[in-house]
C-alpha cells in the first residue's frame, strides 16, 4: 500500500516469544513450502519461506486463505503479535490475507521490485524483524533503512524496494499483510 512515505516505524512490539519459536524452528521447516519462491522467483529466489496463511491472489478480490504448515507451529504467537499491532494502528473489520517467517540467507539479495498486484496496493504489508545483522541494507527508492529487532514497521511496498545481506548471518522478519475492509466468510483471524 502507498502509505504516503517509503516507511513507517510503529515502535517497539511484543516480538521476543515469536522470535525465540521462530529462531528455534529446524532447517527442513524453512524448505517445507515453496509457494513464494516460484509464485515470484525472480525476486525472492534466494530466500526461505514458513507460510501460516497464503492466498491465491489470481482471482481478486475472490481470495482464497490457504493455512500454510506454518499455522501450527506459529499461529499461537503470531496471531496475538499481529492483533495487538493491527488493533494499535489499523482499523477493524479486514483480514490477514499474508504471514510467514521470511528468511534471506547470508551473503543473498531481494532484487529491486515493486509489489504490483492489488492484494499488495491494497493490503498493509507489516514487517517484524526477527534476526538482523550490521551488513543488512533494506533499501527503499534507493535509501538505506535499518530495520531493528523488537520494533515493527509498515512498508510501502509501492516503491521500489530491495534487501542485501552482506552478512554471515541470515535475516529473518516476520511479515504480514492486512487488508481493511475485506472480510472473508471463512476468516478466523
Not at 514458513?50 to 491472489?57: M, S, Y
Not at 514487517?127 to 527508492?141: D, Y
Not at 530495520?147 to 509501492?158: C, D, M, R, S
Request: hydrophobic content about 40%; overall charge neutral.
Amino acid at each position: 500500500m502507498d502509505i504516503g512515505a517509503p516507511i513507517r516505524d510503529l515502535g517497539r512490539v511484543e516480538s521476543g516469544a515469536l522470535a525465540d519459536a521462530i529462531v528455534a524452528l529446524d532447517e527442513p521447516a524453512w524448505r517445507e513450502e515453496e509457494i513464494r519462491q516460484k509464485k515470484y522467483e525472480d525476486v525472492h529466489y534466494d530466500t526461505e519461506s514458513v507460510i501460516l496463511i497464503f492466498c491465491d491472489h489470481d482471482k481478486w478480490p475472490n481470495i482464497d486463505l490457504v493455512k500454510g504448515a506454518g499455522w501450527e507451529r506459529l499461529a499461537p504467537l503470531a496471531v496475538p503479535l499481529m492483533h495487538d499491532i493491527i488493533g494499535r494502528f489499523y482499523p477493524k473489520g479486514g483480514t490477514i490475507i499474508r504471514a510467514m517467517a521470511a528468511k534471506l540467507i547470508a551473503g543473498k539479495a531481494i532484487t529491486p521490485h515493486t509489489d504490483h498486484h492489488v492484494s499488495f496496493r491494497r493490503s498493509h504489508r507489516i514487517h517484524v524483524p526477527i534476526t538482523t545483522n550490521n551488513k543488512v541494507r533494506f533499501m527503499i527508492e534507493g535509501r538505506p533503512h535499518r530495520l531493528k529487532v523488537g520494533n515493527a514497521y509498515e512498508i510501502n511496498n509501492q516503491k521500489r524496494h530491495s534487501v542485501l545481506n552482506s552478512g554471515a548471518e541470515d535475516r529473518i522478519t516476520f511479515i504480514f499483510d492486512y487488508v481493511p475492509g475485506l472480510r472473508m466468510e471463512a476468516d478466523s483471524h
